[in-house]
């Protein structure tokens, strides 16, 4: 009997690798880290491998690391995998190299996604295979989630038996995120296809003392190219075994596969070449051509290498005249993409030879596609064929995109399509917090289990943290379902947020006489009339069948909160008819009970509350015949918005980031700055409302607001004489700014209604102390004025930075922060750091970031949140990779030093046109304050205008170096993924240096960006991804590390807990003229705390003592003070209070209660030694002043 | 000599009970506790609210930000199940049961009808002896009647004796108009004890932060006024066994209470004070002062002074009021 089961690809490959294998090296990485995911959890639940043990699963510090315990384990006998992407199976190269040019048999499982160029994608294409297919590693392409189950056994079994390493790649998300009906391997199915006698031998070449060998060596001219070139024949016999290990495979599952899978007409004349998911859509497209009288043929390629000349040739129709082959990467300055080359190669080969059934060259053309996971549809592979049929196609063209400047891309009908009537298709627009994705997850089991009915979705999320849009793609027929392309043409379409329905066109895949749903307080009277004009129209013209639910009231009155996913589950059952409505609901239930179960009963009885719910509240409306709606769809970005922001960004924005051209975009990846404020994306509920009256201006909610959207000015009474009606201000109170009025305004259309300004204002009204100087008042009635005060507040004068006491928070936060309105998580913990940082020095910065959350918020289009002040001025971003950022900066660094010396140089040789008094001046300053700085810029001004016109090549070259003698401020940032692992090589050299950089570590104590994965920064006792038991040991003490090299000025700081004390930390690692590193403790929304109260959180850390705040300066070592200042007291509060207060630890009392027991008492013991330790240095008398290390 | 009581219908060596609270959280305490001559011991009260929010504490964490950015559609490892705090407490159930041989009651904290009869049941599949029901509750509705209140605090009984064998006390509070009515009441609906009374953690507010705070106050010997007053009026007059609570720190606050009718005494801020083995001196004490007043058994004195038995019945009603501040005036 076949055992179906719905799962993503993600999960179809780990079930086949984790049976059999027993070591798996791993390190997270977008797409892949599901993969390694899996294979920890069932690893933590003791699920068994095909022989009965549970094999080990150990995360490390990079790819690279988890490449070379992947080879070590292989050496030494085990069966070993490992998971991976991108710029992971780049790091991983190396070690490839050593694998196969030892033989060893394994496989690495990849995601196939974008390479990091003029920018990072985390999405699919195959430029990261194609990068690594020189290692010598066999690379199986597969092209479907049962493909990619399959592949993952055929691969295992072929490579024990060829020695070849294998590389098995399926498209990133298209694939490995794609859910879908397949058929589940069974554990005798893999039994039947892995022959112990090959396993037996893998062991037999192990590494053993007993029977030792030397590997790894060095060879010299006389000897390696020969040594090399004795592994050649394994090489010739591996297509041989991989298509044995695939017949045999059909003999055990029924599935038969081809190296070379033809499909088409036998005597076409025309035919595709593809590999990856695109093989699905093109043999969707090629059938639904040839029904309609077309002759073609498609070839798809599973193993690309070795690549098998003559079973390619063999596998064409004889007939052929002409082949279009498609990759989906770019080699740009190369004779072709890979694949062609490899055809064209192939072809030529054996035609000089002859003696195959193909007499003649067939026209070749080659063609990219797809990139980053652009979506491929059948429109785009009827082009192809188009142009393969045109009387001089194009060559090197692209297709999927308008190629405006150098003219090679492919024109498509995008009305052409393939769908089938047999197929349903639904989309669905959600909120990520509204759990929508899990719900239409749930759906697709429910059908692909309890119907016979294939199924398949797709998610599509987009690129803000905080109030992300996700559109949910679903498809369901009797018939596997080949479409890896997204659903244009949906019979059914659920809009699940009605402030979607402002700003977006949600009929535009919708087909005529589809079902519309939508989620709205108006009922089925008042419904019609709240819709935009467009809105309308569009559904008289498609004759939608529109029904209406008010699911936020019901999810409210079953306690379901904002989560509506079970409430609109239920509508899409009972309007699809895909089940009787009996029948889904029973499965509805049941699926809860399986799904939330653990959780415990009251969820359970609250999702089954709101089904039961649900059906009464669910209203068809009735459809006028005519469009009345006054109310026209929202612009994607404010009017005022220059050109650029309106017709790239806000199109990118607005969803219509398909449709723009090449010459839409600058050719080396740059992006204007300060474009946020354009968003307006309006996603509090709730916004914070000042009250002038009880405010005592100590400016905590400016300095927490992770989105930047309250802020403090402090102007003459004169300015606000035009301010609007609802405008507030009062007298300011700090001495420094008598006579002056005070100003906090809130960016209502930006806030994200976090509430942690709320939480921490220290200041309670006197007649009613439930009421803060800051409190949550809804946003809709508020929008209009608060945008015309922000309008007005923005256009007061800023505050001359010269007369900022900077190390006085209340005073401090009156500088404009140059980091606004980003894309993090509402609450974040990080941001604020970063906002600090750029109200601090943004308007000189030069900042370096890790890939991770800060390079998301930062700079994922389409906006980024770094701005620019009056002048023009604020930081200069740029992203090198994870691995890297301490040595990309430090490269700012050396660069911005040579030019500032070249042009101290230049300024002395033109001291005679200068005037020496401006040279001395210039070289001289010491630029330690904002006063400092000021005069700089000042004497900068004057030395260009005297540089200007004078007719010199130093002259010229000094202006465009003057700028350095300003002092830039060097930032190296990112979290502690990158800090305390992956780059913490790179960050070590860095700190050794003694240059003048500043290191910011936003430690969220987790890898967050991809999810939760342990680093070595987790405490102990905390659960996360590969420490679902409670990480066993302690946290790294970076800090101390880095003190121990006695010139860097390290700073652990916590905003939550000592506000003033971060400020400080900032000014002085700034001022330090080595190197910096400042710890930020950041709360997350990985640690399972309510991101309200994240500022809390942090102050629990420090009242406890997990969390130190203190500061090492070696500017006191060498005036002879201790430089070690511990600035946090003594704990008051047990460590267990602060553990349970957070789910990331307390979670583990639920589940291994046990652990948690020894895990929180060895976490008090761990905070008693380090508070003994570093109360011992920071009290200790140094002997000599000096910059020696510490211990 | 003879300190054995009968408590909801268990016979028990001792009045000397450690009632529900933290010092009973941990198995070695309750070792502790057996050793040092405890009668029973009372495991701390699961909470209503307990049972329903960690199960949603914990869905809203592992859900909150899941699947809105592609690479991080989870936070969490996909733990298998979850031990919420009720499987906590019935396995400690279990393990009180297995380790002592003094009864175990179990003990429950809420105010509403619903949802947790089924959780009683439970408790007495795990083994407990007893149940004590907290029903701890605030009418601050307006609209509430005295009888709104007394009658979902007889609801709630009727639906756990419906649910279970095993006997069940009732902790209350003394804020009733009639409190003997009440009693009479509960009896009537089947509680097999009261537990008088419940010591609600009062508010405070907190000057600095401008905050309401609850903080757990120890109990004074002045606590125990109450109680013994409540014991004496109902001993002999209902079915129910009769507990004490509030204000029991020594020797003499046991045995007063033993004679104002209580057939045990509830022990716990003198506990936290001074630990478990401080029952074992308790019982010295009593020991003591029943020889030397040549008591044999505390089945002799129990009740000797209730209302019933005492020879001024009026001393535990409103005349002794009336004679307290006409005293306080002659001082």
């Known amino acids: ?1191 | 000599m003879d300190l054995s009581t009968t408590y909801l219908g268990l016979k028990l060596r001792s009045p000397l009970v450690p009632s529900a609270s933290p010092m009973t959280r941990e198995l070695a305490d309750l070792k502790r506790a057996e050793d040092a001559g405890a009668g029973a011991v009372v495991l701390p009260s699961v909470f209503e609210e307990q049972l329903r929010r960690e199960s949603a504490e914990l869905d809203l964490a592992l859900t909150q930000g899941t699947e809105s950015f592609a690479e991080a559609l989870s936070y969490f490892p996909q733990l298998g199940e979850f031990r919420l705090g009720p499987e906590d407490y019935l396995e400690y159930i279990v393990k009180a049961k297995a380790g002592l041989k003094i009864p175990v009651i179990a003990s429950l904290n809420g105010t509403s009808a619903g949802g947790w009869t089924d959780y009683a049941k439970k408790i007495q599949q795990a083994g407990a002896d007893a149940l004590e029901l907290n029903i701890y509750y605030i009418p601050t509705d307006s609209h509430l009647t005295a009888l709104d209140v007394e009658n979902t605090y007889l609801d709630i009984l009727k639906a756990v004796k419906g649910a279970v064998n095993i006997p069940v006390a009732v902790k209350l509070s003394p804020f009733f108009s009639s409190m003997a009515n009440m009693a009479h009441k509960l009896d009537m609906a089947g509680a097999d004890a009261l537990v008088l009374f419940n010591r609600f953690y009062q508010p405070d507010i907190d000057l600095e932060t401008l905050e309401v705070e609850s903080s757990l106050l120890l109990s004074t010997p002045q606590a125990r006024r109450l109680p013994l007053r409540w014991v004496a009026i109902l001993h002999g007059r209902i079915h129910a066994s009769l507990a004490a609570t509030s204000g029991i720190h020594t020797a003499q606050d046991v045995l007063k209470i033993l004679m104002a009718g209580a057939d045990v005494t509830m022990l716990c801020s003198v506990l936290f004070r001074k630990g478990m083995p401080h029952i074992a001196a308790l019982e010295q004490e009593m020991r003591q002062w029943m020889t030397e007043h040549e008591y044999e058994s505390v089945a002799q004195l129990k009740g000797s002074l209730s209302q019933k038995n005492c020879p001024d019945p009026s001393a535990f009603e409103r005349a002794q009021y009336m004679r307290v501040i006409s005293t306080y005036k002659a001082v």
């Open chain 1, 1 to 1191: 009997m076949k055992n179906f089961t719905t799962i993503d690809g993600n999960e179809a490959v780990a079930h086949v690798a984790y049976r059999c294998n027993e070591v798996m090296g791993i390190y997270p990485i977008t797409p892949s880290s599901g993969m390694g995911e899996w294979c920890d959890q069932w690893a933590s639940e003791g699920v068994k491998n095909l022989w009965g043990t549970v094999p080990s699963v150990i995360e490390m510090q990079s790819e690279a690391g988890a490449a070379a315990v992947v080879h070590g384990s292989l050496q030494t006998g085990s069966l070993t995998c490992t998971f991976t992407a991108s710029q992971g199976l780049l790091l991983k190269i190396p070690n490839m190299f050593k694998i196969a040019g030892e033989l060893t048999p394994t496989v690495f499982h990849i995601t196939a996604r974008a390479i990091a160029t003029h920018a990072l994608s985390i999405f699919g294409d195959h430029s990261d295979v194609m990068a690594a297919r020189a290692t010598g590693f066999a690379m199986l392409s597969s092209a479907s989630v049962q493909e990619a189950q399959d592949f993952a056994l055929i691969a295992q079994a072929a490579t024990l038996e060829a020695r070849v390493p294998f590389l098995h790649f399926f498209d990133g998300f298209r694939t490995s995120h794609e859910v879908s009906k397949i058929e589940l391997l069974s554990e005798d199915q893999m039994r039947a296809m892995i022959d112990e006698k090959l396993v037996m031998a893998h062991r037999t070449r192990a590494m053993s003392p007993d029977r030792p060998v030397l590997r790894g060596t060095a060879q010299n001219p006389d000897v390696f190219f020969q040594a090399r070139e004795a592994a050649n024949s394994f090489y010739v016999a591996c297509p041989g075994i991989v298509q044995n290990a695939m017949d045999k495979f059909a003999a055990v599952t029924g599935r038969p596969y081809q190296l070379f899978q033809y499909s088409g007409v036998p005597d076409a004349e025309h035919v595709l070449i593809i590999m990856g998911s695109g093989g699905e859509t093109a043999r969707e497209t090629v059938d639904h051509l040839n029904e309609r009288g077309a002759r073609l043929g498609l070839l798809q390629v599973r193993l690309y290498r070795p690549f098998d000349v003559q079973r390619f040739v063999q596998s064409l129709p004889p007939t052929v005249k002409a082949l279009a082959v498609l990759d989906r990467t770019k080699e740009p300055g190369a004779s072709g993409e890979p694949l062609y080359q490899d055809v064209v190669t192939a072809l030529a080969e054996v035609l000089a030879n002859g003696g195959s059934a193909l007499k003649t060259m067939p026209r070749v053309v080659g063609g990219r596609y797809g990139l980053s996971s652009k979506d491929f549809t059948p429109a785009m592979i009827k082009a192809v064929f188009d142009n393969l049929a045109a009387a001089r196609p194009k060559n090197h063209f692209t297709v999927g995109i308008t190629d405006d400047v150098t003219n090679l891309s492919l024109a498509y009908d995008p009305e052409f399509s393939t769908e089938s009537d047999k197929v349903i298709r639904a989309l669905f627009y959600g909120l990520g917090s509204d759990g929508t994705v899990g719900a239409n997850k749930n759906s697709i089991k429910i059908i692909g289990e309890e119907t016979d009915n294939y199924a398949q979705g797709y998610f599509v999320y987009d690129s803000k943290k905080s109030g992300s849009m996700t559109v949910s793609h679903l498809r369901f027929g009797p018939m596997p379902i080949r479409s890896s392309y997204l659903v244009s043409r949906a019979n059914f379409i659920a809009c699940h947020q009605p402030v979607f329905l402002e700003r977006y066109d949600m009929l535009k895949d919708l087909i005529a006489g589809g079902t519309l749903l939508l989620n709205s307080p108006f009922g089925p009277d008042r419904i019609w009339a709240s819709l935009p004009r467009a809105t309308q129209e569009a559904i008289i013209k498609k004759q939608a069948k529109l029904f209406v639910i008010d699911a936020t009231k019901v999810a409210h009155q079953t306690g379901m909160g904002g989560r509506i996913n079970t409430i609109m589950q239920v509508c899409f059952f009972a309007l699809s008819g895909v089940l009787p409505r009996e029948e889904a609901i029973a499965a509805i239930k049941y699926s809860i009970k399986k799904t939330y179960g653990k959780k415990g009963e009251e969820v359970v009885q609250k999702n089954i509350a709101a089904v039961d719910q649900t059906l009464a509240n669910l209203f068809p409306v009735k459809v006028p015949d005519r469009a009345t709606a006054t109310i026209e769809l929202l612009p994607p970005v404010t009017p005022n918005a220059p050109k650029y922001v309106r017709d790239v960004l806000g199109r990118i924005f607005g969803g219509e980031g398909e449709s723009l051209p090449v010459s839409a975009f600058a050719p080396d990846g740059t992006f204007p700055t300060a474009t946020a404020q354009y968003e307006k994306r309006n996603l509090a509920l709730e916004i914070p409302v000042w009250d002038e009256k009880t405010c005592i201006q100590c400016a905590k909610c400016v300095a927490v607001c992770p989105h930047a959207t309250i802020r403090l000015k402090v102007v003459e009474s004169s300015a606000l004489e035009m301010a609007p009606a609802a405008f507030k201000f009062c007298d300011a109170r700090l001495p420094e700014w008598k006579g002056l009025k005070f100003s906090l305004q809130v960016a209502a259309e930006d806030c994200t209604g976090c509430g942690i300004c709320v939480d921490v204002c220290p200041a309670r009204n006197k007649t009613e102390a439930k009421l803060k100087a800051i409190n949550m008042r809804p946003q809709a009635p508020l929008r209009d004025q608060e945008r015309t005060n922000w309008d007005f507040f923005l256009g007061l004068p800023e505050v001359d930075r010269r007369k900022v006491k900077v190390t006085q928070l209340r005073q401090q936060q009156v500088m404009r922060p140059l980091f606004e309105f980003s894309g993090a998580c509402a609450g974040c913990g990080e941001t604020p750091y970063l906002k600090l940082l750029t109200q601090l020095f943004g308007d000189r910065a030069v900042m370096a970031n890790a890939t991770g959350c800060s390079s998301i918020y930062g700079g994922n289009l389409p906006t980024t949140p770094y701005a620019q002040d009056a002048n023009g001025r604020g930081p200069t971003w740029n992203n090198s990779l994870f691995e890297d950022c301490a040595e990309f900066g430090l490269g700012f660094r050396v660069s911005i030093d040579k030019q500032r010396e070249f042009a101290g140089e230049l300024l002395q040789r033109l001291a005679g046109t200068v005037g020496d008094d401006l040279v001395t001046a210039i070289l001289s300053a010491k630029q330690r304050d904002e006063a400092d700085i000021y005069d700089q810029r000042e004497r900068v001004a004057a030395l260009k205008q005297k540089l200007v016109g004078v007719d010199s090549a130093d002259a010229r070259m000094l202006l465009a170096l003057a700028d350095n003698f300003v002092k830039r401020s060097v930032w190296l940032i990112g979290g502690d993924g990158w800090a305390y692992d992956i780059g913490y090589g790179g960050l070590d050299h860095v700190l050794a240096s003694g240059r003048d950089v500043n290191i910011l570590v936003l430690d969220t104590e987790v890898y967050s960006n991809t999810g939760g994965q342990m680093s070595k920064s987790t405490p102990r006792g905390a659960v996360a991804k590969f420490a679902a038991s409670g990480k066993p040991l302690g946290k790294k003490d970076l800090g101390l590390i880095a003190m121990s090299y006695g010139n860097v000025y390290v700073a652990s700081v916590a905003m939550g807990a000592k506000d003033e004390h971060t400020l400080k930390a900032f000014v002085e690692a700034e001022a330090h003229s080595g190197p910096s590193i400042i710890i930020a403790y950041s709360h997350c929304i990985a640690h399972g705390i309510n991101m309200t109260y994240g500022m809390r959180e942090q102050k629990a850390a420090v009242d406890c003592g997990q969390w130190l705040l203190y500061r090492y300066d070696p500017e006191r070592a060498a005036r002879g003070e201790n430089p070690l200042q511990l600035d946090s007291p003594a704990a008051k509060a047990k460590v267990q209070d602060y553990l349970l207060s957070e789910n990331r630890f307390k979670m583990l009392t639920k589940s291994k209660p046990e652990a948690a027991k020894r895990l929180f008492e060895q976490a008090q013991n761990d905070v008693n030694a380090r508070w003994q330790l570093y109360s011992y240095l920071a009290a200790r008398k140094p002997e000599v002043p000096s910059t020696v290390p510490i211990a």
